[in-house]
């Protein structure tokens, strides 16, 4: 298993890179292994926010990056300037090429760690954006080319905002994206979105397909409240989708 994390949110272990690295557990998660920074510290600061894996078994960490050394900005100055960026890996999260920019360079402003993407058919990727700013979400296709890929135009969706996006790419073929103002889906690569029957996720969620077909949607009640304050647990839906 394979998890990121940010170093940059744990001051006080002083042997943490402040920067996004990787752990592994061979132990079903009783102990991890010793960070890895996923880019080089000293030219990056990265935040990792999801893990996906593709068809083709590689595994691709997606994350916002700033062009600073790790522990050299304040938070602040480092998500003025951060970008979402891939980084891929073909030997299970051992080694990495990248940055590859998610977003086109003459859109460089306005973004966010916050994003994630979908696997196409055809090896294009969905993607999805949380802005800084706005009332909804972003999207983009980034276009198969070769071993990588090339990001096309971003704009608004019909998706309203809500917190980190979540994208499943699904066993009989649309693409759902699950957040707390609900589950729509999408069958032409984001052209339209079509709201599903359901209710909305809880906070920040986490979804994926069981092989029988099964949606499980993970998320947690309280927010971003201290410890404490509110109710706070981890909670579940599950559905199928209907021909």
């Known amino acids: 298993m394979i998890r990121g994390v940010f170093g940059f949110y744990l001051p006080y272990d002083r042997d943490t890179p402040r ?3 990787l752990q592994r557990s ?3 998660t009783k102990t991890w292994s010793k960070g890895e920074p996923i880019l080089k510290p000293g030219q990056y600061t990265t935040w990792p926010r999801r893990i996906r894996v593709l068809r ?4 691709v960490a997606l994350m916002g990056v700033a062009p600073f ?3 050299s900005q304040t938070r602040a100055q480092f998500s003025k300037v951060i970008q979402p960026m891939l980084a891929v890996s073909a030997d299970h999260g051992k080694n990495w090429t990248g940055p590859i920019s998610a977003v086109p360079k003459d859109q460089p402003d306005g973004w966010t760690e916050e994003f994630d993407i979908a696997e196409l058919a055809n090896g294009d990727l969905l993607a999805v954006f949380r802005r800084a700013s706005d009332a909804r979400r972003w999207q983009s296709v980034l276009k198969k080319a070769g071993k990588t890929w090339v990001a096309g135009k971003a704009g608004p969706s019909v998706l309203p905002h809500s917190g980190q996006p979540e994208l499943l790419a699904t066993r009989e073929g649309p693409v759902l994206h699950v957040a707390t103002n609900g589950v729509h889906w999408t ?3 984001g052209k339209s979105w079509h709201k599903l029957n359901v209710p909305g996720a809880a906070y920040y969620p986490r979804s994926v397909q069981a092989k029988n ?3 499980f949607i993970f998320g947690h009640l309280g927010g971003d409240d201290a410890y404490g304050s509110v109710d706070q647990s981890i909670v579940m839906d599950r559905f199928k989708l209907l021909k």
């Open 19 to 21: 920067t996004g690295f």
């Open 26 to 28: 061979s132990d079903g």
């Open 213 to 215: 077909g099964t949606v």
């Open 187 to 189: 069958d032409d690569a």
């Open 56 to 59: 083709d078994g590689r595994v």
């Open 69 to 71: 050394p790790a522990g």
